[in-house]
């Protein structure tokens, strides 16, 4: 077997999403006479928060979604941002509203979290729609990262009952609700993560592994069962050789000769996880505005 076709390829997966969402946005425009819409508030100077605002921008435009760039100070106070995402909570026409994280040490990111109008809460992050996900109800928003690994794990393996999945890191933001995710799909689910004694003992008996520690090049093929299908959600950016270089959480090089399946970095997690935000903002446009809503991701 070559490597390529050990190589589960996130730019084609979300293409494909992308594709079905753009039908979406055509069908919301026509309900709802007007086009969908989010709101991207992004706060200070940090640079990777810029390319991913940029890059979420970028694709809502192209496929017929309006977007709002929010940019402001660090020097924001959290009641003045909480004012802003008032406002936006209360007009009719923005359909999501996303806050880019992290945010300035000196506001409160789950006061913020909790602002959002749950319903235009795109990231999923709002506790309503992660309580409603860990409840197993998949009807609300679902953090975009993990919908993003749960759509190309369900498109590359099919059913996944029964498979033990096993994640390391333990956020808010990808490892709990991606047991919620997968628990859902009969999963037998672990969650590992910094204080974990004998990780590598876990992750040897995962047939799905999903890496999500912020840990360069962390998992090597000791960590691994034969023919396990990796899911590598790190985004590490390093300097090699005086060249910016994004490295996953796993040592792709050395796992690949032992796997089933393994998604690469960059061209994994990362495209899929924006296609699962445009994905969210057309399901809010849908929902919010009372209309019904056919899941494309788990109903197939
Ligand atoms: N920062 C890193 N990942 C994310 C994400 O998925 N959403 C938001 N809002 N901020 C992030």
Excluded: W
């Amino acid at each position: 077997m070559t490597n390529d076709i050990k190589i589960i390829d996130g730019i084609n997966h979300s293409k494909n999403l992308i594709e079905s969402v753009k039908k979406l946005v055509l069908k919301s425009e026509k309900l709802n006479k007007r086009k969908p819409s989010i709101a991207v508030i992004l706060i200070g100077e940090n640079l990777a928060s810029k390319i991913y605002v940029k890059n979420k921008i970028k694709t809502a435009e192209k496929i017929g979604i309006v977007s709002k760039r929010i940019t402001l100070p660090s020097s924001i106070s959290e009641k003045e941002l909480l004012n802003k995402i008032k406002n936006l909570n209360e007009q009719r026409e923005i359909d999501g509203i996303l806050v880019q994280l992290p945010l300035p040490d000196h506001i409160s990111e789950y006061k913020i979290i909790l602002s959002i109008d749950p319903k235009k809460d795109v990231d999923g992050f709002h506790p309503i729609n992660l309580g409603n996900l860990f409840l197993g109800n998949n009807n609300g928003m679902i953090p975009c990262t993990p919908l993003g690994c749960i759509y190309m794990l369900k498109k590359e393996l099919g059913s996944l009952s029964g498979l033990n999945a096993t994640i390391v890191g333990r956020s808010n933001i990808v490892g709990k609700p991606m047991q919620s995710l997968l628990l859902k799909e009969n999963c037998t689910t672990t969650i590992t993560h910094s204080n974990t004694r004998n990780l590598s003992g876990f992750t040897q008996k995962a047939d799905i592994l999903i890496a999500a520690i912020g840990m360069a090049e962390f998992i090597d093929n000791s960590y691994i069962k034969n023919e396990a299908t990796i899911i590598d959600v790190g985004i590490n950016r390093k300097k090699i050789n005086d060249k910016n270089k994004i490295l996953g959480d796993v040592n792709f090089d050395n796992v690949i000769s032992k796997v089933n399946l393994i998604t690469p970095v960059p061209g994994g997690v990362g495209p899929m996880t924006i296609a699962c935000l445009m994905y969210n903002t057309v399901k809010a446009s849908f929902l919010r505005n009372d209309y019904e809503f056919k899941e494309i991701i788990f109903d197939e």
